[in-house]
C-alpha cells in the first residue's frame, strides 16, 4: 500500500497569502496525483490531476507541481472561499490511498 | 447536470448488515467506473470500492474485503454497497464518486453522503 503524508497538518494564512502544501508519496506514483478540497459539510471537490491539471472550472491560482514521491499544491492570492481542508490522491495504483489533509485556516 | 444521491445508511449494531444505494444522473452512467469512498466524521477520507462500467472488475479495501459487496445496475443508474458484519470503525459518512475519465482512478464528482453508525 502506498501511503501518502500531508504537511502540514493545519497552517493559519491571510486572505491575498500565497500558499504552499506538501505530499509526500511512500513509492513514485509518477504524475498520478489529485487533489481535492473539501469544505465543512461538504463532499470532496476534484482540484487538480495528474500532479498538474486543474481540473474543469478550478480557477487559475491553484496550480500543482511534482513527481514521483514529491508533490506540491500552491493557491497563490488566497481568497476566503479558499479556507478549507486540501487532501492528494494517487491514482498509480490499488489500494488507492488518500492523504490526512492539511487545514488551511485563518 | 451531474448528480449523484446516495442513501440506506443508519444506525446499525455490530454484526448487522446495511444496503446503500446511489441513484446517478446527469451522465452516461453505463460508461462510468464508479467507487465508494468514506470518511469517518472530523478524519480523513478512505477509499472503500470501486467497480467498473460493465461490473466485470470490483476493487475492494483490504479493511472490507470480504463483508462488503459492490454492485451496480446500469439500467436503473444504480450503485450499491452491501455491507456485512459491519463494526464499529466502519462508523463513517460513505460517499458514492464516479471516475473522472474511463481508467483513470480519481473522482470528479461526488453524492453528499450517507452516515452509517454501527453502535450497540
Known amino acids: 500500500e502506498i501511503l501518502m503524508t500531508q504537511s502540514p497538518a493545519a497552517l493559519s494564512v491571510s486572505p491575498g497569502e500565497r500558499v504552499t502544501l506538501s505530499c509526500r508519496a511512500s513509492?513514485?506514483?509518477?504524475?498520478?496525483l489529485a487533489w481535492y478540497q473539501q469544505k465543512p459539510g461538504q463532499a470532496p471537490r476534484l482540484l487538480i490531476y495528474?500532479?498538474?491539471t486543474r481540473a474543469t472550472g478550478v480557477p487559475a491560482r491553484f496550480s500543482g507541481s511534482g513527481s514521483g514521491t514529491d508533490f506540491t499544491l500552491t493557491i497563490n492570492s488566497l481568497q476566503s472561499e479558499d479556507f478549507a481542508v486540501y487532501y492528494c490522491?494517487?491514482?498509480?495504483?490499488?489500494?488507492?490511498?488518500f492523504g490526512g489533509g492539511t487545514k488551511v485556516e485563518i | 447536470e451531474v448528480q449523484l444521491l446516495e442513501s440506506g445508511g443508519g444506525l446499525v449494531q455490530p454484526g448487522g448488515s446495511l444496503r446503500l444505494a446511489c441513484v446517478a444522473s446527469?451522465?452516461?452512467?453505463?460508461?462510468?467506473?464508479m467507487t465508494w469512498v468514506r470518511q469517518v466524521p472530523g478524519q480523513g477520507l478512505e477509499w472503500v470500492s470501486t467497480?467498473?462500467?460493465?461490473?466485470?472488475?470490483?476493487r475492494y479495501a483490504d479493511s472490507v474485503e470480504g463483508r462488503f459487496i459492490i454492485s451496480r445496475d446500469n439500467s436503473r443508474n444504480m450503485l450499491y454497497l452491501r455491507m456485512d458484519s459491519l463494526r464499529a470503525e466502519d462508523t463513517a459518512v460513505y460517499y458514492c464518486a464516479k471516475y473522472a475519465f474511463t481508467s483513470a482512478r480519481l473522482f470528479d464528482y461526488w453524492g453528499q453522503g450517507t452516515l452509517v453508525t454501527v453502535s450497540s
Open positions: 446527469g451522465f452516461t452512467f453505463s460508461d462510468s467506473a
Open positions: 495528474g500532479a498538474s
Open positions: 490522491q494517487q491514482h498509480s495504483d490499488w489500494p488507492l490511498t
Open positions: 467497480i467498473g462500467a460493465d461490473s466485470k472488475n470490483t
Open positions: 513509492q513514485r506514483v509518477t504524475s498520478k
